[in-house]
């Protein structure tokens, strides 16, 4: 049984979605191919339906992406096209209009397998529109990293790197938390945290308002935590109430794991580990691109530096 095929187990009434499945888009100048037989049908039927569970729909991109040919290649573009649920669907707890950018994101990448990289530029502009309010497999930004490393171009990442120092703060986060789940070589945030004893052993802090908790990290740190001048900055102007928080644990875990939830980031400068702002994490990976973009090649499965 091929893996389109078992798509065929839940679904009926194939010839009804014929026609609604072999209009390409009127925008695409594309060979013309013969109509897409009864189980690549199916598959883009469970890809569109946006009532299906989501597994099965990225089950179905990754069976079209399997089968090489004209047919999945216009299946996969047409899909592209197809209708999304609007703004007025968003709900507490759900966000369908965020999780057609995923399906979006893996989409691209089925296009890719099938040896089509025509889609690329759609990544920087779904990035921008992430709302991070997804989580789990549903992630915009994990979603987004994985795609950009099983596709190994280096222009979605140079598209992001100037992305990252847009005026527009929501698109310098969003770009910044997808480079930076990128493990990139000799990356620009999110180094490794300095190996000093400060950082390592354990320590406990109580906190009230965001000034208080980032200063007595620095303080804690004996001087192998900074805070940079956009830091500084925003503590006089944007100090804000956390309502009582207790922190427990080592100063690196608090580094790598709670410091982007409050919107910061951090690289290394010797022994000391520099808290930023996301703006000023966004111009470090410019530089990064400008320094690095032209050595970055793609080798068994990651983003490498090559010597020029």
């Known amino acids: 049984m091929s893996e389109i095929t078992k798509l065929r187990q839940n679904w009926f009434g194939v010839a009804a979605l014929t026609l609604l499945c072999a209009c390409a888009p009127a925008t695409a100048q594309r060979k013309k191919v013969k109509p897409m037989n009864n189980e690549l049908v199916l598959a883009v039927q469970t890809v569109s339906d946006t009532k299906r569970d989501f597994r099965s729909r990225l089950a179905a991109i990754d069976a079209i992406a399997r089968v090489p040919g004209a047919e999945s290649t216009s299946a996969l573009h047409q899909l592209l096209e197809r209708p999304r649920p609007g703004p007025e669907t968003v709900s507490l707890n759900f966000d369908p209009v965020a999780l057609e950018r995923v399906v979006d994101m893996r989409i691209i990448r089925g296009l890719h ?52 120092v847009s005026a527009d703060a929501k698109a310098v ?48 740190s004996q001087g192998h935590i900074l805070l940079s001048p956009g830091v500084k900055e925003f503590l006089v102007t944007g100090d804000y109430d956390r309502g009582g928080v207790q922190r427990t644990g080592s100063l690196a875990e608090m580094l790598t794991t709670y410091l982007k939830l409050i919107d910061f980031e951090f690289y290394t400068r010797g022994d000391a580990a520099v808290i930023c702002t996301f703006k000023e994490a966004g111009q470090r990976w410019l530089s990064w691109w400008i320094e690095h973009g032209g050595k970055l090649s793609y080798k068994n499965g990651v983003f490498v530096l090559s010597a020029r």
Do not use: W
Request: proline letters at 7%; a negative charge; charged letters at 25%.
């Open 173 to 220: 986060s969003n770009a910044v938390r997808v480079l930076d789940l990128l493990h990139l070589p000799e990356p620009a945030v999110c180094e490794a945290v300095p190996d000093v004893p400060s950082l390592q052993q354990p320590v406990e802090f109580r906190f009230q308002t965001l000034r208080q908790e980032l200063e007595t990290m620095e303080k804690l």
């Open 113 to 164: 397998l099938l040896g089509d990289d025509s889609e690329l530029g759609r990544i920087p502009k779904l990035v921008l529109e992430a709302t991070g309010e997804l989580k789990g497999l549903e992630d915009e930004y994990v979603n987004a990293a994985q795609v950009i490393s099983a596709i190994g171009r280096v222009e979605p990442i140079r598209d992001l790197s100037h992305l990252a």
